[in-house]
């Protein structure tokens, strides 16, 4: 097995015990990176000299330090929406395409000092608007099972990094599914955490809970590790202070015999396509045989809709109003879509949209009085093209805008409850399927715990085994994936030493 193949939870491990140096593993992520990347286009501005600088002290720490941090010595990759001291963070955007941060964001400043070291940045669409990690700066993510095909979004370039073993670890974020999507198709973990859990000193509207941040790993125990490492309070998001934050690694042993266990196949609003349905039935088949009970809700969240198209387009309105007034080329389509939705809707849209809400909310949390988990699929349809900006149609349902076909998510972002992307096997089209898994609100250690559980039926059980792509056949450089790419980014200036290059 290569050194990079391990989880981050051996790799810490290995570390700990100095028989590996964070300097060789990093030196491994880099050359992984090198040799796969070209097929996929998952990573955007890279920084190996400062890496490798932060390696060679993590190493020099070890055995010097008593005890170290969580993610002492670990590589990371972070999604190029998230701000990163020195090292240029575009948002796949043309108006930030040389911009260079003074400082990073509250995650990434909280991971450093917990040991993580910053190598490179991961593709995301433009401004983070869609679940198609394309945008004219950096080009587009292929699938690792099929780069013709889409890797999801908006943590694509996250997912598909992760698949390929160029990190142990990734940073996400989530507003209508941006990370658990992703995840799904490209066969790893992706946790949407309780909101407030990890904070984010960047959300404009400090008391809103669409949009979190969160932790991306190949597995469950890696993903609650990196959890663990996020967690804290801090004075610029509201949401995050007075929250309990509970440990949520190691995570604990959970008996599937006790559980009470819940399944939708579409929140009885939902357009899924039947390749979908077939895999999600056949999970939740095998499943029932394991836990206490598996019972079907009869649930219809239609008004879900609406309610998050109004509360999608009041949060872009804050993102991006000023934008749109003086510099509107600026903006892709998806995020001019949503922020001239905004147009015609009113306070007392408004209005009803948080009362919506509220009983999506009172939905959920009065299911979890009879339930331990919630499970549904994670999106409707395997993978289509990245040529696609979205899926169109799902199932002969014409879709009303780039974002219903995530639906599946977003009715649970609405609830605000924790959300997991646990890897299942394949489809019959033989891309990677993944399980939503959803937990009681603020009880993320749980849902964790439950995920790690169901993992564990992959030892003896395909359908929920983790699938890996073949390295083999990412072999070939694809530049088709760059072709969108109206120029490069800007670089320059002071910056340049700290900004690096696309691999």
């Given at each position: 097995m290569?050194?990079?193949?391990?989880?981050?939870?051996?790799?810490?491990?290995?570390?700990?015990?100095?028989?590996?140096?964070?300097v060789e593993l990093l030196d491994d992520c880099i050359a992984r990176m090198q040799a796969i990347n070209p097929a996929v286009n998952a990573l955007c501005a890279t920084d190996f000299e400062r890496a490798r600088s932060a390696a060679q002290l993590a190493e020099a720490q070890v055995g010097r330090r008593s005890q170290l941090p969580l993610l002492h010595g670990l590589p990371l990759g972070v999604k190029d929406l998230q701000a990163t001291?020195?090292?240029?963070?575009?948002?796949?955007?043309?108006?930030?395409?040389?911009?260079?941060?003074?400082?990073?964001?509250?995650?990434?400043?909280?991971l450093r000092g917990q040991g993580a070291i910053v190598t490179a940045k991961t593709n995301t669409p433009d401004m983070g608007a869609g679940a198609n990690s394309r945008n004219p700066v950096w080009g587009a993510t292929g699938n690792p099972f099929n780069p013709d095909l889409n890797a999801g979004g908006s943590s694509g370039g996250s997912a598909a990094a992760l698949a390929t073993?160029?990190?142990?670890?990734?940073?996400?974020?989530?507003?209508?599914?941006?990370?658990?999507?992703?995840?799904?198709?490209?066969?790893?973990?992706?946790?949407?955490?309780?909101?407030?859990?990890?904070?984010?000193?960047?959300?404009?509207?400090?008391?809103?809970?669409?949009?979190?941040?969160?932790p991306m790993g190949r597995d469950v125990a890696d993903t609650a590790l990196m959890m663990q490492a996020s967690m804290g309070p801090h004075p610029m998001d509201p949401l995050s202070m007075g929250v309990s934050h509970a440990p949520v690694w190691p995570v604990p042993e959970m008996d599937l015999r006790g559980l009470r266990v819940a399944y939708t196949e579409d929140f009885g609003t939902c357009a899924v396509d039947p390749v979908v349905r077939r895999a999600f039935?056949?999970?939740?088949?095998?499943?029932?045989?394991?836990?206490?009970?598996?019972?079907?809700?009869?649930?219809?969240?239609?008004?879900?809709?609406?309610?998050?198209?109004?509360?999608?387009?009041?949060?872009?309105?804050?993102?991006?109003?000023?934008?749109?007034?003086?510099?509107?080329?600026?903006?892709?389509?998806?995020?001019?879509?949503?922020?001239?939705?905004?147009?015609?809707?009113?306070?007392?849209?408004?209005?009803?949209?948080?009362?919506?809400?509220?009983?999506?909310?009172?939905?959920?949390?009065?299911?979890?009085?009879?339930y331990d988990l919630v499970l549904a699929p994670v999106t409707p349809l395997s993978p289509f093209p990245w040529t696609q900006l979205y899926a169109q149609e799902?199932?002969?349902?014409?879709?009303?805008?780039?974002?219903?076909?995530?639906?599946?998510?977003?009715?649970?972002?609405?609830?605000?409850?924790?959300?997991?992307?646990?890897?299942?096997?394949r489809d019959e089209a033989g891309m990677p399927f993944g399980l939503q898994m959803i937990g009681?609100?603020?009880?993320?250690?749980?849902?964790?715990?439950?995920?790690?559980?169901?993992?564990?039926?992959?030892?003896?059980?395909?359908?929920?085994?983790?699938?890996?792509?073949?390295?083999?056949?990412?072999?070939?450089?694809?530049?088709?994936?760059?072709?969108?790419v109206t120029h490069p980014p800007e670089l320059g200036g002071a910056a340049q030493a700290h900004v690096g290059q696309a691999v």
């Amino acid at each position: 097995m290569s050194l990079v193949e391990h989880s981050a939870v051996e790799l810490r491990s290995l570390i700990q015990s100095r028989q590996i140096s964070p300097v060789e593993l990093l030196d491994d992520c880099i050359a992984r990176m090198q040799a796969i990347n070209p097929a996929v286009n998952a990573l955007c501005a890279t920084d190996f000299e400062r890496a490798r600088s932060a390696a060679q002290l993590a190493e020099a720490q070890v055995g010097r330090r008593s005890q170290l941090p969580l993610l002492h010595g670990l590589p990371l990759g972070v999604k190029d929406l998230q701000a990163t001291e020195g090292l240029l963070t575009t948002s796949g955007n043309v108006r930030l395409r040389a911009h260079v941060p003074v400082k990073d964001n509250a995650f990434v400043a909280r991971l450093r000092g917990q040991g993580a070291i910053v190598t490179a940045k991961t593709n995301t669409p433009d401004m983070g608007a869609g679940a198609n990690s394309r945008n004219p700066v950096w080009g587009a993510t292929g699938n690792p099972f099929n780069p013709d095909l889409n890797a999801g979004g908006s943590s694509g370039g996250s997912a598909a990094a992760l698949a390929t073993d160029m990190f142990p670890l990734c940073t996400g974020s989530d507003t209508g599914g941006s990370l658990r999507i992703p995840a799904a198709l490209c066969g790893v973990v992706g946790l949407r955490p309780s909101p407030g859990l990890i904070a984010n000193d960047d959300r404009p509207l400090g008391w809103s809970a669409i949009s979190v941040l969160g932790p991306m790993g190949r597995d469950v125990a890696d993903t609650a590790l990196m959890m663990q490492a996020s967690m804290g309070p801090h004075p610029m998001d509201p949401l995050s202070m007075g929250v309990s934050h509970a440990p949520v690694w190691p995570v604990p042993e959970m008996d599937l015999r006790g559980l009470r266990v819940a399944y939708t196949e579409d929140f009885g609003t939902c357009a899924v396509d039947p390749v979908v349905r077939r895999a999600f039935r056949q999970r939740v088949q095998a499943l029932a045989g394991e836990v206490a009970c598996m019972e079907a809700l009869p649930w219809n969240l239609e008004e879900a809709h609406r309610c998050f198209d109004i509360i999608r387009a009041e949060s872009f309105v804050a993102a991006f109003a000023d934008i749109y007034r003086t510099a509107p080329e600026t903006l892709g389509p998806n995020v001019l879509a949503n922020v001239e939705m905004a147009a015609s809707i009113s306070l007392g849209d408004r209005a009803w949209a948080h009362l919506a809400q509220t009983r999506i909310q009172r939905m959920f949390q009065r299911s979890f009085e009879q339930y331990d988990l919630v499970l549904a699929p994670v999106t409707p349809l395997s993978p289509f093209p990245w040529t696609q900006l979205y899926a169109q149609e799902v199932d002969g349902k014409a879709q009303r805008n780039y974002y219903e076909w995530l639906s599946l998510t977003y009715v649970v972002t609405l609830a605000t409850n924790p959300a997991l992307s646990l890897p299942c096997g394949r489809d019959e089209a033989g891309m990677p399927f993944g399980l939503q898994m959803i937990g009681p609100l603020h009880q993320d250690g749980r849902l964790l715990a439950m995920a790690a559980a169901v993992e564990k039926l992959g030892l003896h059980n395909a359908d929920f085994a983790r699938p890996r792509p073949d390295l083999a056949a990412l072999a070939q450089p694809r530049p088709e994936l760059r072709s969108i790419v109206t120029h490069p980014p800007e670089l320059g200036g002071a910056a340049q030493a700290h900004v690096g290059q696309a691999v």
